[in-house]
Nanobody, 124 residues
């Protein structure tokens, strides 16, 4: 059974940090494109960061300079280090994988595996 299991969410104050993890199994997902998305209440899901199978990284403008995406191929795990958090970062964060694609698609629909999400809440 294919699973992407996120963890590390929680509640922090403005300026705090959290590190999200996404454990993938049974495939070697980190060989392909993996990404973090988030969805805030009443808003559409948006891309946060992605890392291609070749290690190319991109961030949304809203998190650039504050968040860092990384992966551990040996552990088949994706990470998102989030620093200088603000209430605008409050959302349900999802891990996604585009299994079979080393490059990262522009269209969310092309991500074929998704986790259940982990909640991040930042209070002012």
């Amino acid at each position: 059974q294919v699973t992407l299991l996120e963890s590390g969410g929680g509640s922090v104050d403005t300026g705090g940090s959290l590190r999200l993890s996404c454990a993938a199994s049974p495939y070697a997902f980190t060989k392909y494109c993996m990404a973090w998305f988030r969805q805030a209440p009443g808003k559409e899901r948006e891309g946060v960061a992605h890392i291609s199978g070749n290690g190319d990284i991109a961030y949304s403008d809203s998190v650039k300079g504050r968040f860092a995406i990384s992966k551990d191929d040996a552990e088949n795990t994706l990470y998102l280090q989030m620093n200088s958090l603000s209430p605008e970062d409050t959302a349900l964060y999802y891990c996604a994988a585009a299994l079979g694609s080393r490059s990262c698609p522009d269209n969310q629909q092309r991500y074929n595996y998704w986790g259940q999400g982990t909640q991040v809440t930042v209070s002012s």
